[in-house]
């Protein structure tokens, strides 16, 4: 694939662009009357030694500070009064002490931290829209450090996530495909349409507007500060697909001047003798990634500007990726009660699109599949299928604290999503199989399927604390979606022309975290979403009317049934701080999700044709959850939930032709056609034996069930458990483990477990051969700070090269070697 370097420039002059305006048309502040400051010097209780890194905050303003390496911090310009001092640290509980400044002088206070376990000093804010700290939060949250995030050169949001207990990642090839489930929320459909999973980035969203899904492998970490994952009945504050949950990235800023840059290179080893890929004979794929980027902190402005580039020749045939990416992060501080924030990123890819491994058809039209041939395509006519993405975010924040009890945030955002799929770049008509009428493979040349959606949204939020029993969160959220597709449209398609149709969401909630007793709180939300489409009916090939000779379809046009639907969303989650280190928490509440446009209209899924559904309908579940998180001295935590889920109308995939689903060819529709019960029991262990040792281990179980009259109305009879939901495994574990024998050298290694699925849809067999899951997967690291500036990073993926597959048919990459390092000045 050839290099396009010149891609980035375009974005790179857009963020700059919008970074100076943005600084250009910032409101000069009022000069302050007589402004004073606070110092001190941060240290740990036990002996004294300085807390580098620990962040200084004056509630209810914007003024801050984080320590240096002696562990002193200043805050400047503070107007006389007196506020309350918040100082965190990683591994260190809060400390809180009331200080008066007086104009024109400078106070000094020297916290001393006391030493906590990890669990327990964590910051959560997507739990509640606000921060909590972590024994206080009444919904089940997971948190990734920025420490575990840097384990690895330029990690990808789903391989910092995939070992969160719950958490399931599903990907077939490179950029082609990924989904991430959560407490089995979702399948693996179409690569994430449908996704019941929110994700945003610094509050706004980042799934695509038509599918609802993301591409997890493309959203690069090297600006991220840390990640949440909230699971759950989440949609009461996040609205329509957070049913099975959110990931929130926070991006991050540094707290004085940096110019930063890193490197990594790397490559894929060979798979055991008995593969007899193609692919690997005489070829060793190399990927590799590079970073640049400038920040500074002064007593108004603070920014992050960071450029990533990363390419890789590919694990398996047509597999190589491509990434140009930019974010940049600017906040500028009006005065002591308010500021401006800019959230932008721009990014790009180019990447092969993979087909599964080889098969043959055989009597029938049964597939015959290859697996010792698991790094080759099916057939030659994929390898020059070529899918390119283009996604960016515009986002603005003005944050008001107008008074101590009530605080403003209004935003509004801009997001634009490209997706396109080029099959054909020859001049003749490509077929697959190689005899007809109806091929799994037909594209004439230049054939194409494309994306472009275009998202604006505004929102406010306001939040008081009404009394000290009450705090009170309102809010309104809306966006616009226009897109234009080949193939998500009310008319017919045709070929190398988009069609265009245009979605509105509108919501409003609020939440009162309601202080029962010194120990008992109570957390109400209650959420109403509207969500409607322009387009009042669709025409389209009818497959169910011939599904064993879809060439003879007829052409049918259908009115949209649910062109709007709405629903409300409650929730009523419970924490009771039984002890200092113990707090036991309880939730129930209703979920929705509105029907993407991709569910309303696809028609193509690359190997496979599709029905759209005039009739599709919301669907909504209802969930509940207890659990407990204890501190067991200042070493061990323990944080433990149980589950249950119940689904209405869930929407999933069906193949029309169910009575030969392994047959050929496969057709498909979406359909509310499931009533479901998921449950399940997690637990997390995290244990430090020592300063310089630390475990984490985490386990799930999960029984996930179609509960409708009709038999495998979801996954087919031919599964082992035609009652089992599609590609939800039942167990899965994760192991994580750091030692530094010095204050220079960190090992780690990470593990992962994921039992054999039960069921699939697109290949069963009452056999259950050839499904994704039972691997276990180790990874294992080093990193070393030779100099205070220079780190050297040593990675291992897939230790034992173990040979295993997440999506039915795609084997996912087996070892691979990685050396990068780090400069920070």
């Excluded at 984080?66 to 965190?88: C, F, H, M, W």
């Excluded at 700070?785 to 996912?812: H, K, M, P, V």
Aim: hydrophobic share 35%; glycine share 8%; net charge negative.
């Amino acid at each position: 694939m050839e290099n396009k370097y010149y891609l980035a420039l375009p974005p790179v002059r857009l963020l700059l662009t919008i970074f100076l305006l943005t600084l250009l048309l910032l409101p000069l502040p009022a000069k302050a009357a007589g402004p004073g400051s606070l110092r001190g010097t941060i240290t740990d209780k036990t002996d004294s030694e300085a807390v580098i890194g620990a962040s200084a905050m004056l509630e209810n303003t914007t003024l801050g500070s984080a320590s240096d390496i002696e562990g002193n911090y200043t805050i400047q310009n503070i107007p006389a009064g007196t506020y309350r001092l918040k100082v965190n640290a990683i591994g260190y509980a809060p400390f809180f002490k009331m200080v008066t400044v007086n104009a024109g002088e400078t106070t000094t206070i020297n916290p001393q931290l006391e030493q906590t376990t990890v669990m327990a000093s964590e910051i959560i804010v997507g739990a509640a829209l606000y921060e909590q700290d972590r024994l206080d939060v009444p919904v089940t949250t997971s948190v990734v450090t920025t420490e575990e995030i840097r384990e690895e050169p330029s990690p990808s949001l789903d391989q910092v996530i995939e070992t969160v207990p719950g958490v399931n990642v599903t990907r077939s090839s490179g950029y082609s495909a990924a989904t991430v489930q959560i407490r089995g929320s979702n399948t693996f459909q179409g690569g994430g349409i449908g996704t019941r999973v929110n994700a945003f980035y610094d509050g706004f969203p980042i799934n695509t507007p038509e599918t609802g899904g993301i591409v997890w492998t493309n959203v690069n970490m090297n600006a991220a500060d840390k990640v949440e994952v909230v699971k759950g009945a989440a949609s009461t504050l996040y609205g329509s697909a957070a049913m099975g949950g959110v990931v929130n990235v926070y991006g991050s800023l540094p707290e004085k001047f940096e110019v930063k840059a890193g490197a990594s290179v790397g490559f894929y080893d060979n798979p055991p003798d008995s593969d007899k890929s193609e692919y690997y004979k005489d070829n060793t794929p190399w990927l590799w990634n590079s970073y640049v980027g400038i920040g500074n902190k002064t007593d108004k402005l603070n920014y992050n500007l960071l450029y990533t580039h990363s390419e890789d020749d590919g694990y398996r045939d047509n597999a190589q990726t491509q990434l140009n990416d930019v974010k940049l992060k600017v906040r500028y501080d009006i005065d002591s009660r308010q500021y401006l924030q800019l959230t932008s990123f721009y990014n790009e890819t180019e990447a092969g699109y993979v087909s599964t491994w080889p098969y043959d058809l055989g009597p029938g039209g049964t597939f015959i599949p290859h697996p010792e041939r698991a790094y080759d395509l099916v057939d030659d006519v994929y390898t020059d299928d070529i899918v390119s993405r283009k996604n960016a975010l515009a986002g603005l924040n003005y944050v008001n604290l107008l008074s101590d009890d009530l605080s403003l945030d209004a935003r509004v955002y801009y997001t634009r999503n490209e997706y396109r799929i080029d099959y054909n770049p020859t001049d003749t008509t490509q077929h697959f199989p190689p005899f007809g009428p109806f091929y799994i493979y037909d594209r004439e040349p230049g054939e194409f399927n494309e994306n472009k959606t275009d998202r604006y949204g505004a929102g406010l939020k306001l939040d008081w604390r009404a009394s000290s029993k009450h705090r009170l969160l309102f809010g309104l959220d809306g966006n616009l979606v226009d897109l234009a597709s080949t193939q998500y449209r009310e008319d017919l398609p045709v070929p190398g022309e988009l069609g265009s149709v245009q979605e509105k969401n509108f919501a409003l909630f609020i939440q009162d975290e309601f202080k029962m007793t010194d120990r008992l709180t109570a957390l109400l939300s209650l959420r109403y979403d509207w969500s409607g489409i322009d387009a009042d009916e669709v025409t389209y090939k009818d497959y169910s009317v011939t599904p064993t000779t879809p060439w003879l379809a007829p052409t049918v046009t259908a009115e949209i049934e649910n062109q709007s639907v709405d629903a409300i969303s409650p929730r009523i989650a419970l924490n009771y701080k039984a002890t200092d280190d113990l707090s036991v928490r309880a939730s129930a509440g209703k979920s929705f999700r509105a029907p993407t446009l991709s569910e309303r209209l696809v028609r193509d899924a690359g190997l496979f044709v599709g029905n759209p559904n005039p009739a599709l309908d919301k669907e909504s579940m209802t969930g509940y959850e207890i659990g407990f998180f204890k501190n067991f001295g200042d070493r061990v935590s323990l944080d433990v939930a149980a589950y249950l889920n119940e689904y209405e109308d869930l929407i999933e995939s069906r193949n029309i032709n169910e009575t030969t689903p392994s047959g050929f060819p496969i057709v498909f529709m979406y359909e509310n056609l499931a009533k479901a019960r998921i449950w399940g029991i997690e637990t997390s262990l995290n244990v430090r034996p020592s300063d310089a040792v630390n475990f984490s281990l985490g386990y799930a179980y999960m029984n996930a069930k179609d509960k409708t009259d009709r038999e495998a109305s979801l996954a087919g009879s031919q599964n082992p458990d035609p009652d089992w939901l599609q590609y939800r495994p039942e167990h899965t574990a994760s192991l994580s483990a750091t030692w530094k024998p010095t204050n220079r050298l960190a090992l780690n290694t990470n593990g992962r477990y994921v039992s054999e699925y039960k069921a699939v849809s697109t290949y069963p067999n009452p056999e259950g051969e050839n499904y994704p899951g039972g691997f276990i997967v180790f990874n294992a690291g080093a990193k070393y700070q030779a100099t205070d500036n220079i780190g050297i990073s040593l990675l291992c993926r897939n230790i034992t090269n173990e040979q295993y597959e997440e999506a039915e048919w795609f084997r996912a990459p087996g070892r691979s070697f990685l050396l990068g390092f780090d400069f920070v000045y």
